[in-house]
């Protein structure tokens, strides 16, 4: 398997973590440590792709 699919596959799992977590509650226990969890996973795959995580986020 080449990088650049490992690296789709990590964006489009990672895609889908980000819009179940905008699903949760602030209130809901874990809700910070998830979020600092999923900005780190972003910042792995821009250092990996070069790829801005505002671009590859679901708004």
């Known amino acids: ?9 990590v964006a489009f799992y990672l895609a889908i973590a980000q819009k179940s977590f905008e699903e949760l509650s602030k ?3 874990g809700y910070l440590n ?10 792995l795959l821009d250092y990996m792709t ?4 505002n671009t590859c986020k679901i708004q």
């Open 1 to 9: 398997m080449s990088k650049a699919t490992i690296r789709a596959r």
């Open 27 to 29: 209130d809901d226990k």
């Open 34 to 43: 998830t979020s600092e969890a999923l900005d780190q996973c972003w910042s």
């Open 50 to 53: 070069g790829l801005s995580s």
